[in-house]
Structure formats: C-alpha cells, structure tokens
C-alpha cells in the first residue's frame, strides 16, 4: 500500500534535466555534484512538503553514467558544507535502487528500505552502481534534535531494514509528504516531538554516550550559570535549562554522563557556600543566625537545610567550625 502511494505521487512530480534538478537541489538541500553522468541522459524529480515545521524532500534520480565510470556519484564536498552553512541532520529513507554512503570516514549500504541519518554539516558522498534511485528524507533541525535526544550523533547512522521506529517514522514521512495544501500536524507540536522520540529510537547508540567537546563546553557554561544564581531560592533545574537554551531532558543527561543529577549540584553549591559563612560567622563573630544563612545560601526550608547539611558533612551547621 505505502509502496502504491508513493509511486501514484512521484508519478505527478514534474521531470527535471539536470540542471533544473541541480538547482532544485540548491535549494532544498544544499549543494551537491552528480560526477560520472551524461547530462544530456538525465531526468529526475525534487519535490517538498512541509511537515509539522519540518522539510520533507523526495528525491529521484535517473542517470546513464559515462563510460569510463563505473558508478554515479553525488557528492557533497567540505566547501559546499562550509558555503551553505547548514546544521541539519537527515533522516534518509532508500525507496528506490541501492547506494553507498560515505561519511566521516564511515562507509554505510543502503539497499531499498534501508534508513540512515547524515549530518549536512559534513561532506557526504552517495555513490550507486545502479541507474536509477529514489529517496525521502525529513531534514531536522541540529540543535532541537541534539536538545531532544540528549546525544549528538557522530558521522552516518544505519538502522536493520523493517524496524517497528522505521515503519512508524516512514508511514509519518510519507503521509506528509502526499498532503497537499495545509502542512500536516502543523499546530501540533506532540507530533514533532513524535518524529524526534522515533529517530532517538531508531539511531540510539548501543554503548554508552562519550562526552563529546561540545557537550563539555556547555556542561561548562551550566555550571556557571548555576554558580551566578543558586542563591536564589526558587532557581532550579528548569531556571537552569532555559537559561542554557536546552530541553530540561537534555540539562539531566549532561549531568547522568557525569554521575550527578543537577538537583544535586545545585544542593552541594548551595551547601558549600553556607560553609563559607559558617566559617566567616565564626571568624568575624557577625552573629548571623543560621536560618539566614540558610536563606542566604538559596534555602528557601530551613528543615530542609538542616537535613541537607547534615547529610552532606554528617553534624549540624551549628557544630560548624574551621574543618568542612
């Protein structure tokens, strides 16, 4: 049935010579070479929708190869990443025909069904033996997809045919692209989030997520953001995620990678700077009560401040002396 649909539509897409898809493809996509063709033997198809905000693409492509090649190539290279400044991932569905994805030093097959997510921010090379192929693809967004998932995916990506996320993911790319008219879920934003939770399932890593310098440069600046504000009694996890510009999701995986909960180092801030003064308390012999330290420090429940303390350095803030 998918099958019947998708060709009853790709029937109604309007043909392009090569330079009409070349610029399509521009466009839509990016810049990309076909190598090793003959311009002159050359039809295939662009066509778009919009989908919940996202861009679904279906492209086709018919090439006779010149003699002397032994496959068509359609080639992404570094200066085109760089001149088009894209920050995307595609999801790429095979339809049609058999090729090879280069990228980022990994080589991955895509027979027809096969999925796989690229980054468009890196050169990539389709190379395929075959004369003709066909593929969707749903262009998502790098930061909301990275917010999303909680892991940045590193290179090109494939998935085992007929998976239960593909299915789903594939009958959701292909209804939307077969809308005409009014984008598809376009109000409703559960339905985005639909099509990143089926990408997290299908392209999820197997072993544990390495902390990536991206993702410490930002762990980085959340601890700061948390060290400017902790005195604040009502901050936290969430104040913290849309100060950093991430999902509250994203804000707990950056700190699970690290063994911590931000909850918990938010307490141990507050906690250490109650510490400091205690001792100064001490020192100066201010004779600041210890309930407005605990108010000072971003305790907002002196009970809970007590327990708190007590937990983290095993007496109560009142038997606090010069030693932590």
């Not at 989908?51 to 010149?66: E, H, K, P, T």
């Not at 001149?83 to 280069?102: K, M, N, P």
């Not at 009502?234 to 995620?241: E, H, K, N, W, Y």
Request: net charge positive; proline share 4%; hydrophobic share 35%.
């Amino acid at each position: 049935m998918i099958e019947k649909r998708r060709d009853e539509r790709h029937l109604r897409a309007r043909e392009l010579d090569y330079e009409g898809w070349r610029d399509a493809m521009r466009i839509h996509c990016g810049h990309y070479t076909l190598n090793g063709i003959r311009p002159r033997l050359f039809d295939g198809k662009v066509e778009t929708r919009d989908l919940c905000g996202f861009r679904a693409v279906d492209i086709s492509c018919n090439a006779a190869r010149m003699e002397s090649y032994n496959a068509t190539r359609v080639e992404r290279t570094k200066r085109d990443a760089c001149r088009d400044g894209r920050e995307h991932y595609y999801v790429v569905f095979q339809l049609a025909g058999r090729c090879t994805l280069f990228q980022h030093g990994q080589a991955v097959d895509l027979a027809t069904g096969a999925v796989a997510l690229v980054d468009t921010a890196r050169p990539i090379t389709y190379v395929s033996e075959e004369r003709s192929n066909q593929w969707v693809s749903l262009q998502l967004p790098r930061r909301s997809l990275v917010s999303h998932l909680g892991w940045e995916p590193r290179g090109v990506c494939r998935r085992r045919d007929g998976t239960a996320a593909g299915r789903l993911l594939l009958q959701l790319l292909l209804d939307g692209v077969e809308e005409e008219g009014a984008s598809l879920g376009s109000a409703n934003p559960y339905l985005r989030l639909t099509f990143y939770d089926l990408v997290g399932a299908l392209f999820a890593p197997t072993d544990p997520v390495p902390v990536s310098i991206h993702a410490d440069k930002l762990f980085a600046r959340i601890c700061a953001i948390i060290k400017d504000r902790y005195t604040d009694p009502t901050f936290g996890p969430r104040d913290v995620a849309a100060e950093a510009r991430i999902s509250l999701r994203y804000l707990q995986k950056l700190f699970t990678v690290r063994n911590l909960t931000c909850g918990d180092f938010i307490h141990t801030a507050r906690l250490d700077h109650a510490a400091r003064l205690l001792r100064r308390r001490i020192v100066l012999s201010t004779g600041q009560s210890i309930s407005d330290i605990a108010y000072a420090s971003g305790f907002g429940d002196y009970g809970f401040f007590l327990r708190k303390f007590r937990g983290r350095f095993g007496y109560p803030p009142g038997a606090h002396s010069f030693d932590p």
